[in-house]
Structures are given as C-alpha cells and as structure tokens.
C-alpha cells in the first residue's frame, strides 16, 4: 500500500465519530517528544483562534511514548485550552490517512528531523501543509508547504491562518504536493530509508 489514494468523505465521517474529532482542525502526527516542538503549535494555535475561534488542533501520538515533552500539558493548561488541543490515543494506521484527511491542515513544527514521512500522507490526501523550515522539511516538501522558523510562534500562526482563508493558496499547494508525490515512488523511498539507516 502507497500514498495517493485519497480517503472518501464517508470515511473521513466514520473515522471523525470514531476518535470523537472536531469539525475544523489542524492535525499533526508523530511522537510527542520535546524535538518535535508541539509547545510552539499550540501556541500558535491559541493565536490563530482570536480570528478563528472554531479551529482546533489534533495531535495524534502517543501522551505516555517515551520522553514526552511535559511542556506540551503545561502550554496547554497556561492557556486554556485544554477543549481545544484533542488527543485521540492510539489511532490504527488503517484510519490515519482518513484522520489527515479530515484535517484543514498539517502542521510539523519540528526543530529536528530525520526525515517527514508524514508530509507524504499530507500530500497524498490533498491537505496543505505548514511546516517548520528546517532542511530535510523543505527537502521532502519543496514548494508543496509554507514554511515557519520553528521559535516563530507569530510567523507559525500567520501561515496558519493564511492556510485557512487563501483557498487559491491552499489549491496551489495541494497540487504541487500531487506532482513531488509522484517523485517519491516507493522504490525512492525505500533508497532514502536505506540511506538513513546506513
């Protein structure tokens, strides 16, 4: 199984009731270590939401994974929002391209990476993406994503809030996310994966 199949909305709708998720959300994947910069997101989000009030953010990871980044709960209880950052737990990969699918964006804050496999899901399922503007991000995205200085709260919301009232925008980005898609074939990702393990 590849990316680039793209999820029907009867699916995004079961798996929405399943994990209990929002209407409108930004999603971001992945461990919730302290490298992966969630406080800076939600921040952001908290920004985004005086013009946007009904926006809220998904992050699906695992709140008991090994080092856990402990700021993420007290970012949230600083500033309230504990209705409105959604942890669903574990979601079964079968229903996570439906999950980023559901989303208005995808976020990847990260202040280090390996490499951002999930940016090919954002892709495949036709979801624009804000992304911290590290190498190996602008690398795999190219001109598919918006690109934010991961200490920039401020530039991290406005590409938010960009992303969610530029429709042009957000169609231009998911097309180009359709064509690098094409490049990354599973014979290339599997060459860039050897490539980091050796």
């Given amino acids: 199984e590849g990316f680039g199949w793209e999820v029907s909305d009867e699916e995004v709708a079961r798996v929405k009731e399943c994990y209990n998720l929002p209407d409108r959300y930004i999603v971001s994947v992945g461990t919730l270590q302290p490298r992966k910069n969630i406080p800076t997101l939600i921040r952001a989000l908290a ?11 998904v992050l699906v990871g695992n709140r008991e994974g090994h080092h856990f980044d402990r700021e993420i709960d007290h970012t949230i209880a600083e500033l309230d929002l504990g209705q409105e950052v959604i942890f669903p737990g574990f979601v079964q990969e079968s229903d996570l391209p439906a999950v980023v699918r559901g ?59 960009t992303l969610t009232v530029d429709s042009d925008l957000r169609k231009r980005l998911v097309g180009a996310g359709k064509t690098r898609l094409l490049w990354y074939s599973w014979g290339k990702s599997a060459q860039l994966l050897l490539a980091i393990y050796d």
């Fill in 47 to 57: 920004k985004l939401r005086e013009n946007n009030p009904s926006m809220r953010l």
């Fill in 103 to 161: 989303a208005e964006i995808y976020a990847f804050p990260s202040r280090y990476e390996g490499f951002g496999i999930p940016l090919l899901e954002a892709m495949s399922q036709g979801i624009p993406i804000a992304a911290s503007d590290i190498p190996c991000l602008r690398e795999i995205a190219g001109d598919a994503a918006l690109y934010f200085d991961p200490a920039g709260v401020d530039a991290c919301a406005e590409i938010l809030y």
